[in-house]
């Protein structure tokens, strides 16, 4: 006779596997911090090592029969709360999805991404597609196998979304994007026939030291706690958390372009206040993790552009940003200051884009990867592809394949479906915003003052408490009362621009 | 039938073993290392529940019985080279010693471990030993069981010892200890006869980035090499090694104390050459080792006494330290500094002490442990011994327990058996840098111009290049042609402390 154990005590064995996984893979998120801002030039190859060790540790325990036997066993329980069966719905659903990836495509799939990798690398050396291309073609090829292991129902592309934004597919981005192109691009051209404003100034000298004593300060301002953070420099910017306890955020800072340190603070700031504002009762399970990749980057962007690059923000951080740098800004009143930062111009490279042609960018890398996992697109037509939609879209001649269709690391990586997360982010963004503008009735004064704790509390109570426990899309709806609708961005961006460009709507 | 592996096979498979267990020892030394450098505050709780489950997963790798059983195949097999041989058999050692120890008794010792360190921190800001007391107990009685456990033939605190210094005993120590009270306390006393040196002018204010900046250049000129490797800020300095390839050094800087930057940096310098010098291919298992805390400790000390306190390497140094801090040494000459800079002086606090008088801080903790572990002396007394030891020895009135017997943060770690090896390593040092002027004939011409290369050379070939393969009395054996002799230190410190304080030797 076995003795059936409770509940209680089948949970708790539940939430420590979780942990303990979370443990490794948190200690993965400490030696890949590491290896971005501290890590001796030498100590590169070791650190790989140590990194696939823990991961195959990490997929060793959550693979385990015993942790599925636990879940199956806990989804047939019937007194558990909505957060413990929501966690075990989930955990249940992301292990039967890691079960589902054979051992021998998984090591497949790794050394092709290894090999992508170091072609990409010598292609972008190169200037010269060809090299990647053979590489690329193997990892279309693995990331179209990947979708039948996952399965899906219409698209195959679909299966590889659902790995970045769960939910998320084809049909929706078909119809985001095409409101995209219907309704951004005719505000884009408009703006094309205005006088482009100056922004020289803000590519003066910018001593490093005072641009990390800003960056610093709006941390802070945003009531990002760097009692429990930290912030170093790193040649990418990104944030990452080794619990809501510990997230750290990293900085660039270019001498020649204030902007730069400037907004990457901000963004990294608002997905680190999104980390540190997750549920640390829920530490190593799924409603301790954030919603989305695009959930996550609704709440840079939020920060960064709805907040950071709006004229009430500055009304508030220009004066001491003058102080700082008073021989480049002193002259520069604040509105050329805020024409200069929200500077519309089609360009080549989609880091360095505006708010606006962003989503062209983006767009553009949706219909390819779209294309070549459905088998419309062969990776050997990919150069001429890119060159033609950026000069379709964005007007602009590819002059080279590093600042063509060379110039993202994401397909090296495999990360086929995660693009589209940046643009639905900003999406999110500015639904959320204005739904903040209606709840939170000092918002406006609260940013013209710098006092962000009312938009931070809201966004904590509304978002970041939550977890997993709701997908972006029922997240959505339930903050804002409605699906995710691009006319709320579209909205923000015609009443934004069409001040700032003096156009009529 | 079964097929039976070739050797070489079932040693890759040992091997790769080997290197999974390192690496994740190594990640929790990156978490060890962020831990002490840049984690924030708030993260100290996730961070230790983080480096809780990377250990337990080290430990259970390492106490598999598949490698119990591949060790025990491959202890037989005869065609093994000799290194091999060598890491096979010392696994096999490790592995057995791990496996004695029942998880009943884990546990409750790092429970244990946990309670005396919390009471430690708390006894110190009582300054009240009694608070210490029962914990501490406690951890002794845990650690005669220990002992117990791991086996001994004469005394119990033999085995304790043989954790941090294989081979050596109570015996060895005990006619080393005699040494140093027979031969070491007539010299203190004679010094202490002498006029005291002024060392006032180290105590002026030194700036911290120039001190960070000398630190830098003497840890280049000795040879560590800053592409596998690096040096940040942390409140104990200590060295660290995730690989040969990525040996990290720390430092503290006291503006008001020259000298705890700058031999701080050089004792550290030396732990980290050593660390650097352990061969690469060896990564994982034994041979890629340290032979022994005691040689670990000869490396650091050799640096930090017998070359960085010496005059010929203060002759290349000292113009470089006198145009940084004009000020305060510009009317100090070399003859003052090297005086100041070895002063001896009996005091109450070990890691304070100068390079003779520490030696009876070390006898001292060595004689209450033995005492301890052996059952001569009880916890509950320890206060009143500590204090007679250090009347009787340094002729020092202990004024409070934190400067007294709370002052060591050892024994809340169950340390016992560890304080040997700091003298041990001093006495190597003596013993190696005899034989390397020896060998080496261009050493002293070498130190006064600042060219450590041919010594660095002799050092990685003689000591670093070995890893485990030498137990600490061989390899002194190899080097010098003789066991550890005390006679070497003694007469190191006749020559020079009797050159500084004009006594007749």
Chains 1, 2 share one sequence.
Not at 105 to 132: G, M, P
Not at 183 to 201: H, N, R, T, Y
Not at 236 to 260: A, C, K, W
Not at 399 to 409: F, S, T, Y
């Amino acid at each position: 006779m076995t003795v059936q154990k409770t509940t209680p005590a089948l949970y708790e064995e539940y939430k420590a596997k979780m942990q303990k996984i979370a443990d490794v893979r948190n200690a993965m998120s400490v030696l890949g911090w590491d290896q971005e801002t501290y890590l001796p030039p030498a100590g590169a190859a070791f650190r790989g090592q140590q990194l696939t060790t823990l991961s195959t540790i990490a997929h060793e325990l959550f693979t385990e029969p015993a942790l599925g036997g636990l879940l199956q066993e806990l989804g047939q329980r019937e007194d558990l709360d909505a957060v413990q069966k929501k966690n075990v719905a989930l955990s249940l659903e992301d292990y039967e999805k890691n079960r589902k990836y054979p051992a021998a495509f998984v090591a497949e799939l790794s050394t092709a991404t290894n090999v992508a990798y170091h072609a990409w690398i010598k292609s972008r050396k190169e200037n010269r597609f060809e090299t990647f291309e053979p590489s690329l073609n193997r990892m279309v090829a693995l990331k179209k196998q990947e979708a039948d292991i996952l399965g899906y129902k219409d698209h195959p592309y679909d299966a590889l979304l659902n790995e970045y934004e769960k939910g998320a597919d084809v049909e929706m981005l078909d119809k985001i994007f095409s409101d995209v192109k219907t309704s951004l691009l005719p505000l884009l051209q408009e703006i094309a026939q205005q006088p482009v404003p100056d922004k020289k100034f803000l590519h003066l000298h910018y001593p490093k030291d005072l641009q990390w004593q800003f960056g610093i300060d709006m941390l802070k301002a945003m009531g990002y706690d760097l009692n429990a953070g930290r912030q170093d420099v790193s040649e990418h910017p990104f944030t990452t958390s080794f619990s809501p306890q510990d997230v750290r955020v990293t900085t660039r800072i270019d001498e020649q372009d204030l902007g730069n340190m400037t907004w990457s603070c901000i963004h990294e700031g608002g997905h680190a206040l999104y980390e540190q504002g997750l549920p640390t009762e829920q530490y190593g399970l799924p409603c301790g993790e954030a919603a989305s990749l695009g959930i996550h980057e609704s709440q840079s962007r939020l920060w960064e552009n709805n907040v950071g690059r709006s004229l009430t923000f500055w009304q508030h951080h220009y004066g001491r940003l003058q102080s700082l740098f008073r021989h480049n800004l002193l002259a520069i009143p604040i509105s050329d200051f805020y024409r200069a930062i929200n500077l519309v111009q089609p360009s080549l490279i989609r880091t360095e884009a505006d708010e606006l042609t962003y989503h062209f960018h983006v767009m553009i890398r949706y219909e390819i990867e779209k294309g070549l996992i459905g088998g419309a697109l062969e990776t050997k037509d990919l150069r001429d592809i890119w060159n033609r939609y950026y000069s379709d879209y964005l007007q602009v001649k590819v002059p080279d394949d590093v600042r063509g269709v060379l110039q993202d690391i994401h397909w090296s990586h495999g990360s086929f479906g995660y693009f589209p997360t940046y643009s639905l982010g900003s999406f999110y963004a500015a639904q959320f915003f204005a739904t903040a503008k209606k709840q939170v009735s000092s918002l406006e004064n609260d940013i013209a003052s710098g006092q962000y704790d009312r938009l931070l509390q809201w966004l904590r109570e509304q978002i970041h408490v939550h977890g997993r426990f709701y997908t972006s899309n029922e997240l959505c709806e339930r903050v804002t009362g409605e699906k995710l609708e691009f006319r709320h961005f579209l909205d923000y961006a015609k009443e934004k621009f069409g001040g700032i460009y003096g156009l009529k709507y």
